[in-house]
Nanobody, 121 residues
Framework: QVQLVESGGGFVQAGGSLRLSCAAS????????MKWYRQAPGKERDLVAF???????NYVDSVKGRFTISTDNAKKTVYLQMNSLKAEDTAVYYC???????????????WGQGTQVTVSS
């Protein structure tokens, strides 16, 4: 059983910072990529950033230069450092990972439960 557990959300004023964490646990052989998504009220869930097992990163244009995604591979944890936060960053943030549980199995997509980020303008 694989679990992704997020933490670090909260309430912050515009211009402030938060760091989200997402720890993967369970029977994990390898993690191909880890991603952060967000979903604002009444909107679809959108990709924010991802990082591959090789360390390549990519960001949606609206967060470039403000957010940084990183991993601690030994801890199977992905982080999202969010600086210069804006009201429009308010959303539930979800962690997603493409995980292989054994060499003989396919890669599957797993989701965390989400963590609320609220930015006050």
């Amino acid at each position: 059983q694989v679990q992704l557990v997020e933490s670090g959300g909260g309430f912050v004023q515009a211009g402030g910072s938060l760091r989200l964490s997402c720890a993967a646990s369970g029977s994990i052989f390898s993690i191909n990529v880890m991603k952060w998504y967000r979903q604002a009220p009444g909107k679809e869930r959108d990709l924010v950033a991802f990082i591959t097992s090789g360390g390549s990163t990519n960001y949606v244009d609206s967060v470039k230069g403000r957010f940084t995604i990183s991993t601690d591979n030994a801890k199977k944890t992905v982080y999202l450092q969010m600086n210069s936060l804006k009201a429009e960053d308010t959303a539930v943030y979800y962690c997603n990972a493409e995980i292989r549980i054994s060499p003989a199995r396919n890669t599957y997509s797993y989701w965390g439960q989400g963590t609320q980020v609220t930015v006050s303008s």
